[in-house]
């Protein structure tokens, strides 16, 4: 009975508010993009927009499970060992915590895919390389470029 008692003492310490939100962003001609949707300390769900031929880097997320779903585009994702397959809309993945992954935007249109993320434990340092090190989203190292956005063109 005790540990039911602090699952209820620890969920009503939670915020319970119910998050809506809409599938829409600007398309790009250069660059990405990610917002945050809807959060909770457990899981996270954001929208990504990369421009033709955008990509990022081999990386890991230790702390956390993410799925990404296509909503338009295709992506072609990468696994440690090599090229996993290219996907389109509708069609998804799912990436454990701490496996190493990396994309590319592969279609003749910009790609927007749906990110839902679960982090079991907050860590320091949530991306690394395949350095070990810490790699930030937003860096060189990442391939980061900021979006450029196509004027009066949306994803919704």
Do not use: W
Not at 7 to 28: G, H, P, R, W
Not at 113 to 119: P, V
Request: aromatic share 8%; with cysteine; proline share 3%.
């Amino acid at each position: 009975m005790v540990a039911n008692q602090e699952l209820t003492e620890k969920i009503s310490n939670e915020s319970l508010e119910l998050q809506v939100f809409q599938l829409k962003t600007q398309l790009l001609s250069k660059g990405r993009s990610d917002y945050t949707l809807a959060k909770t300390d457990l899981m996270s769900v954001r929208i990504k927009c990369y421009a033709q031929g955008g990509e990022n880097v081999l990386h890991s997320h230790p702390g956390d499970d993410h799925t990404f779903v296509i909503l338009a585009g295709k992506a072609r994702f990468f696994g440690k060992d090599g090229e996993v397959g290219v996907f389109s809309r509708n069609q998804g993945i799912l990436v454990p915590r701490g496996g190493f992954y990396k994309f590319q935007s592969c279609g003749d249109e910009p790609l927007v895919m749906l990110r839902i993320g679960a982090e079991k434990e907050k860590i320091p340092v949530n991306r690394i390389g395949i350095d070990g090190k810490s790699l930030p989203g937003k860096s060189k190292e990442n391939k980061h470029e900021d979006g450029v956005l196509i004027e009066g063109l949306y994803y919704e």
